[in-house]
């Protein structure tokens, strides 16, 4: 079992570009989450999928849009892309979404926007 | 979900045990307790959560005061590889999505 697995490991964009972070996993968990993580800071939600078909947002939603594509996928697109979204990005999954839960996570995606 | 506060970071000698603690004084009665770690740019990994009883596997074991405002994370015998920030998370079972983060504790393990 691979887990969870993010592509790509590292990206550099130009301000107001758009790009497709990708996550699946494969322990056939119900629910999905993106998280984002600043320097220095914990892990801030930024939207999340309980179930196929569902979506919502997290904490910090905004500049970005989330698809579930099926039950193993679930990516984060950023459709113009600003230096405030440099970060370091995190998909993790869940069997369920309840909070006694445990999440597993990925490896990590890390974007700079120039 | 309940606040926890956490010391910024511990040192502890390799082979010894590392104990964790994490206050969170204002836990409801349905609140778990979980235990996280991130290790250096690497994704957060589970490692244990409790409600009320203590609890053991095979990453370390856990303990919850009886009045369940404190809790305690033991790592048996810590390697240089447990390095890593560790994160005391509070949560209802019921609560939809994120665990919330807090800035945890940096354990650094010297030789």
Do not use: W
């Given at each position: 079992?691979?887990?969870?697995?993010?592509?790509?490991?590292?990206q550099v964009l130009k301000t107001g570009q758009s790009m497709t972070l990708q996550c699946a996993q494969d322990m056939n968990h119900n629910s999905m989450y993106w998280y984002r993580q600043d320097p220095g800071?914990?892990?801030?939600?930024?939207?999340?999928?309980?179930?196929?078909?569902?979506?919502?947002?997290?904490?910090?939603?905004?500049?970005?849009?989330?698809?579930?594509?099926?039950?193993?996928?679930?990516?984060?697109?950023?459709e113009s892309a600003a230096p405030s979204q440099t970060s370091v990005y995190f998909?993790?999954?869940s069997l369920f979404s309840g909070g006694?839960?445990?999440?597993?996570?990925?490896p990590g995606t890390r974007l700079t926007v120039l | 979900d309940a606040k926890t506060t956490q010391p910024p970071s511990m040192d502890c000698a390799e082979g010894r045990a590392a104990n964790l603690p994490c206050n969170h004084s204002t836990i409801s009665g349905n609140e778990y307790v979980y235990w996280y770690r991130q290790?250096?740019?690497?994704?957060?990994?589970?490692?244990i959560h409790g409600l009320k009883n203590n609890e053991t596997n095979e990453m370390a074991s856990l303990i919850?005061?009886?009045?369940?405002?404190?809790?305690?994370?033991?790592?048996?015998?810590?390697?240089?590889?447990?390095?890593?920030?560790?994160?005391?998370?509070?949560?209802?079972?019921?609560?939809?999505?994120?665990?919330?983060?807090?800035?945890?504790?940096?354990?650094?393990?010297k030789p």
């Open positions: 079992n691979a887990g969870v697995t993010q592509t790509p490991k590292f800071m914990g892990l801030r939600l930024i939207y999340y999928s309980a179930s196929e078909g569902t979506t919502d947002k997290g904490e910090v939603p905004n500049g970005y849009n989330v698809s579930r594509l099926n039950k193993r996928e679930f990516s984060l697109r950023l998909c993790a999954s006694d839960n445990e999440q597993f996570f990925g | 290790i250096h740019s690497q994704g957060p990994q589970y490692i919850i005061t009886e009045d369940r405002k404190s809790s305690t994370l033991i790592l048996p015998h810590a390697t240089l590889r447990d390095t890593a920030v560790y994160y005391c998370i509070v949560r209802v079972p019921r609560s939809q999505g994120n665990l919330i983060f807090g800035k945890g504790t940096k354990l650094s393990v």
